[in-house]
């Protein structure tokens, strides 16, 4: 069983991070290999739309031709992961542009143009994602960030097989609030959400993470 998990995040040792790295602890107490790896660290484009991946009997049919860094990591995914967890901070109410571009490149060379809609992904594998939002959970069904989520779940489960997620809001943002404009928040409020919310999202992520390994079983 491998599990590899996608940082989809700039930082790489702050709350999303933090989340995959309890989530791969969960998934190695069930006897999982896991995997991060940082998006922020390769250089890739999104989809070009050059549509080599859907040309009848092209080489490329079912394939991202594009030869980047994110090359390996498709491949990988494709051959060897059972589980594939991917962690994005919320930037104006979706995930990282690296996240997205990622998630174009990984969905749409295996969507077929077709009434049903197949998948050309020839298995079925768990996946999900973790997101963190500075803003509170209530802005999260206000600003529509759940729903904008939800149609790249569908996707996922569509092309994969399955899909699940979770919120964690109201996060702390910097080491020291007093060094940034930062106005709107109360740095106390965010400390004691650091201090008593936290850990609980940590330990959801290592369940979350244990249960994707069983259920891929």
Same mark, same amino acid.
């Given at each position: ?15 999303? *991070? ?5 989530? /791969?602890? @969960? ?5 999982? %290999? ?11 484009? @999104? ?6 991946? %859907? ?5 490329? !049919? ?7 860094? =994110? ?13 594939? =967890? ?5 930037? !104006?109410?979706?995930?990282? @542009? ?7 490149? =990984? /969905? +749409? ?12 992904? @020839? ?7 973790? !997101? ?6 209530? /802005? #999260? ?7 904008? *989520? ?23 943002? +910097?080491?020291? !609030? ?34 994707? #390994?069983?259920? *891929?079983?």
């Amino acid at each position: 069983m491998r599990l590899i998990a996608i940082n989809g995040s700039p930082r790489k040792k702050w709350n999303t *991070a933090t989340l995959l790295r309890h989530a /791969m602890e @969960g998934a190695e107490s069930e006897g999982a %290999k896991t995997e991060l790896v940082h998006l922020y660290d390769l250089a890739y484009k @999104g989809c070009i739309s050059c549509f080599a991946c %859907k040309r009848i009997g092209g080489k490329n !049919y079912g394939h991202c031709p594009v030869n980047d860094d =994110l090359r390996p990591l498709l491949k990988k995914i494709e051959k060897k992961a059972d589980a594939v =967890l991917i962690g994005s901070p919320i930037y !104006y109410a979706i995930t990282t @542009g690296e996240t997205r571009s990622f998630l174009e490149r =990984l /969905m +749409f060379p295996y969507s077929v143009y077709d009434p049903d809609r197949s998948t050309l992904f @020839g298995r079925k594998i768990r996946t999900g994602f973790i !997101y963190t939002a500075g803003a509170p959970e209530e /802005m #999260v069904s206000e600003m529509g960030f759940d729903r904008n *989520a939800k149609a790249t779940e569908m996707a996922m489960e569509r092309i994969f097989g399955s899909c699940e997620s979770f919120f964690v809001t109201d996060t702390y943002q +910097f080491d020291d !609030y007093a060094k940034y404009v930062s106005t709107r928040f109360d740095p106390e409020a965010k400390q004691r959400r650091r201090d008593e919310q936290f850990p609980l999202d940590c330990r959801r992520a290592y369940e979350m993470g244990a249960r994707m #390994v069983r259920e *891929a079983e």
